[in-house]
C-alpha cells in the first residue's frame, strides 16, 4: 500500500462533500483502490475502491509529485 500526503483545498473538500463522500472515504479508497485507470476525458489517475462503511467510489486526482495527492473530485459510480 503506498504512502501518500493529501493536499486537500477548501474546493475539493467542498465537492466531496457535495457528492456525499469524505475525506476519509476518498484517503481510504486511494490509499488501497481495487484498481487506478486514467480518465477519459482528463487523462487524471481514478481509483476504484469500496470504504469500511460500504460506499463504493470512485476518486479523481492528481499526483503533484511522488507522494503528494491533489484530490479533484469523488462519486459513487453508476453501474453501468
Known amino acids: ?19 456525499g463522500v469524505t475525506p476519509e472515504d476518498f ?5 488501497d483502490p481495487d484498481w487506478v485507470q486514467s ?3 482528463t487523462g487524471r489517475p ?7 462503511t460500504g460506499k463504493y467510489l470512485a476518486c479523481v486526482y492528481e499526483l503533484l509529485d511522488e507522494v503528494t495527492v ?5 462519486y459513487e459510480p ?3
Open 1 to 19: 500500500m503506498p504512502f501518500y500526503r493529501y493536499q486537500w483545498t477548501r474546493e475539493s473538500e467542498v465537492h466531496l462533500a457535495e457528492n
Open 27 to 31: 484517503e481510504e479508497v486511494v490509499g
Open 39 to 41: 480518465s477519459r476525458t
Open 46 to 52: 481514478i481509483a476504484f475502491g469500496a470504504t469500511t
Open 70 to 74: 491533489l484530490p479533484i473530485t469523488a
Open 78 to 80: 453508476d453501474e453501468g
